[in-house]
C-alpha cells in the first residue's frame, strides 16, 4: 500500500467562527463564499487530473512491457489478419522476383501513365 499526499493545490480559507456562546458566525457574504466555492472547484478538477495521470503513470511502471504493447495494440480479428498476412507475403514475392529480375539484368517494363 503507497499514500501519496501533495500540496500543490491545496486551498485553506478563514470563511467563519465560533463565538463564546457556540454560534456559528460568518466573516464572509455569500458572493465572496461562491467565489471561493468556485475556486475550490477548479483546484479540485486539477486535482483530479493529476490524481488520474499519476495513477496511469504508476500502473504503466508496474506492467510488464510486452503486456502493455498488447494492450495498447489494436487487435485485429481472425479474418483480416489473415489478409493482411496474405498480402504482406504476395508484396515479399513480388519485391524478390523484382531483385532477382534486376540481379539477371532485366528490368520489368513499367506501367505508362497514360494507359
Excluded: C
Excluded at 486551498?11 to 465572496?32: P, S, T
Excluded at 461562491?34 to 477548479?42: G, Q
Excluded at 479540485?44 to 504493447?69: C, G, M, W
Amino acid at each position: 500500500m503507497v499514500a501519496v499526499r501533495s500540496t500543490g493545490f491545496s486551498f485553506d480559507a478563514i470563511v467563519g467562527y465560533h463565538n463564546d456562546a457556540k454560534q456559528n458566525m460568518a466573516l464572509v457574504n455569500e458572493k465572496y463564499l461562491r467565489t471561493l466555492v468556485n475556486i475550490a472547484n477548479e483546484r479540485f478538477n486539477v486535482n483530479h487530473d493529476r490524481i488520474k495521470r499519476f495513477q496511469a503513470s504508476l500502473h504503466e511502471q508496474y506492467t510488464p512491457k510486452v503486456a502493455l504493447s498488447l494492450a495498447k495494440a489494436d487487435w485485429e480479428d481472425a479474418e483480416a489478419r489473415k489478409r493482411r498476412k496474405r498480402e504482406e507475403g504476395l508484396a515479399r514475392q513480388q519485391a524478390l522476383r523484382a531483385n532477382e529480375d534486376t540481379a539477371a539484368g532485366y528490368i520489368a517494363p513499367q506501367p505508362s501513365e497514360e494507359g
